[in-house]
Structures are given as C-alpha cells and as structure tokens.
Nanobody
C-alpha cells in the first residue's frame, strides 16, 4: 500500500509560481513512476506530468515549458514546479503513483490540493 500526501497549493495571481510537493510512503519509491493530474470544476481529471523511475519525464501540451516535475528519492518526494501560471490552471491537483514504474497504471492517489490562479 502506498500513501501519498500533497501540499503546496494555494491562491496565486496570474504569472506567478507555486510548487506542489507529494510525499510518498513505501521503501521502493525510487522504482515508482509518479504523476500529477488535475481536475477543474465541471471537467474530467486530466494528465499534467509524469516522471518514471529513470527520471524520464512527459508533460501535457498545455503545461509544457511552464511546469517541471522532479523527484528526490532520498526524501520519497515528487515535486511539481509551476511557473507562469494562468487562470486556466485553476484546479485540484492530484499526485499519483505507479509502483510498476512505467507510468501507465496509476494505482495510488493522494487527496488533492487546490490551486487557484486569479486574473
């Protein structure tokens, strides 16, 4: 069982920055693929970014060049640095884990953290 706890959400003006943290339990965190997803009001949850065990990363087109996903295996933590935020980035952001490492089957999810970007 993997437990995920997100932190770092909040209210920011357009053009600002926030960093989301996700702390994970588990002794084999370094082998997990980790992902960030988001869900805006009235919309489906969507993929934001993914980092595999190899540190290979992928991003949604909507955040490419503005968001950076990274991991610190010594701290069992994955980060999402969000720069140049836009009002359309407003959503609940969720951290997810794929213990198989491929980033295709995210079986574990955090509780979510709210990000609100004002115009």
């Amino acid at each position: 069982q993997v437990q995920l706890v997100e932190s770092g959400g909040g209210l920011v003006q357009a053009g600002g920055s926030l960093r989301l943290d996700c702390a994970a339990s588990g002794r084999t965190f370094s082998s997990y693929a980790m992902g960030w997803f988001r869900q805006a009001p009235g919309k489906d949850r969507e993929f934001v970014a993914r980092i595999r065990w190899s540190s290979n990363t992928n991003y949604a087109d909507s955040v490419k060049g503005r968001f950076t996903i990274s991991r610190d295996n010594a701290k069992n933590t994955v980060y999402l640095q969000m720069n140049s935020l836009k009002p359309e980035d407003t959503a609940v952001y969720y951290c997810a884990a794929d213990p198989n490492g491929r980033g295709l089957d995210f079986d574990y999810w955090g509780q979510g953290t709210q990000v609100t970007v004002s115009s």
